[in-house]
């Protein structure tokens, strides 16, 4: 007698706050974009009414590179969710962009043991529905 065949179970979606939902349509259409203050020129991340450098409320969103480096990451190996059973293990790691942001993402395109700090990694869309794209990182 065979086993029954597990459902398939759906990956939680990103549930965009309002300050996010930019953030959320531009990487649908994959691009990375990121607040940018029009009084300071810096870029920050996660999105926020204001500009964390300067407090400035005036901001515009622009599209970034993409590309940046490692800061820090941990290999998951313990199912957390049944909808990554078969994905550990799997990487999640700190990117700093090149425009200075730090985003939270996972390093994919590399075996896990092989993810190091600094390695240098270029953003990638997982076209995880049709209308839902997740910015993840893979090496340059
Ligand atoms: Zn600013």
Redesign the pocket.
Known sequence: MSEPVAKSIAKPLPKPAPESVPYWQAAAQHRLELPQ?D??E?HWHPPSRS?P??L?DKFRWSQVSGRGKVFSFVIYDRVYHPAFATEVPYVVGLVDLEEGPRILSNIIGIPPEQVRCELKVQVVFDDVTPDVSVPKFKPA
């Open positions: 203050c009084s300071c810096k500009c450098h300067c400035s």
